[in-house]
């Protein structure tokens, strides 16, 4: 469950140890250090060449129906870390957000292939990255519009949840596990979509 306190569900920061510890994590919150490692190696990749991104309403922030005002900004502070523009999947309108260190969030209602257009005219030669959460992930994966995706797996119980693979035929779809790289803290396996 989701809250102002719990920004990825009860105990799901459990789940992000090998990300939050990383050399990539800090740099972009402005922090020297971290570990350098597999783990850090699988982070770095997936922000490798990415031009705009796509996020669901649900992981932009934990205001839902029609938006009060435009004082929810995300979770990520003034500098999200995203420096591109952020196409927001939501029915409910509102102006485009600029914020400080290039990310623009701006709010699509017109559904998933308008927002893919959209991030894909942003984004030029370089990718459009799905950031979450599930609702948004599964539309794109069930359209076969996904080409390669990540998943970083933690060995911990957290609740019901949201339902990422329920009822959906993943191989019908097209899509192979096609690598699994052991982490320090997670195991990284890597699903492409083949045909
Ligand atoms: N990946 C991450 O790193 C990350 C980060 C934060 C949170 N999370 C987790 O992700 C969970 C959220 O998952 P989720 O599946 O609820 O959320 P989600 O995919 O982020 O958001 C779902 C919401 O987005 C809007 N939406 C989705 N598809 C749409 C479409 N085709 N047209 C118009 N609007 C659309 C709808 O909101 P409206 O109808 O209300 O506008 C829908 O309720 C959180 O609870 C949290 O645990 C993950």
């Known amino acids: 469950m989701q809250d102002l306190q719990n920004p990825l569900g009860v105990g799901g920061f459990e789940l992000f140890p ?3 510890n990383s050399r990539v994590w800090r740099r972009m919150h402005g922090l020297d250090g971290g570990e350098t490692g597999v783990d850090n190696q699988m982070a770095e990749r997936g922000f490798e060449g990415i031009g705009a991104w796509i996020l669901g309403r649900n992981m932009f922030g934990p205001v839902r129906g029609p ?5 929810w900004k995300g979770w990520w502070g003034e500098e999200p870390p995203y420096h591109t523009p952020v196409f927001v999947l939501t029915h409910h309108p509102r102006p485009p957000l600029r914020m400080a260190g290039g990310t623009e969030f701006r709010f699509v209602t017109e559904g998933i292939h308008a927002a893919l257009e959209q991030a894909r005219a942003a984004a030029g030669p370089a990718d459009v990255r799905i950031g979450g959460g599930v609702a948004t992930i599964r539309q794109y994966l069930e359209g076969r519009l996904i080409d390669d995706l990540h998943f970083a797996v933690r060995p911990i119980f957290l609740g019901a949840g949201e339902q990422l693979w329920s009822e959906l035929d993943v191989p019908g779809l097209g899509y192979q596990v096609t690598e699994v790289v ?10 492409s979509r083949l045909d």
Not at 67 to 71: A, L
């Open 18 to 20: 090998w990300f939050l």
């Open 67 to 71: 938006w009060p005002d435009e004082s």
């Open 182 to 191: 052991p982490g320090e803290r997670a195991t990284h396996v890597m699903v």
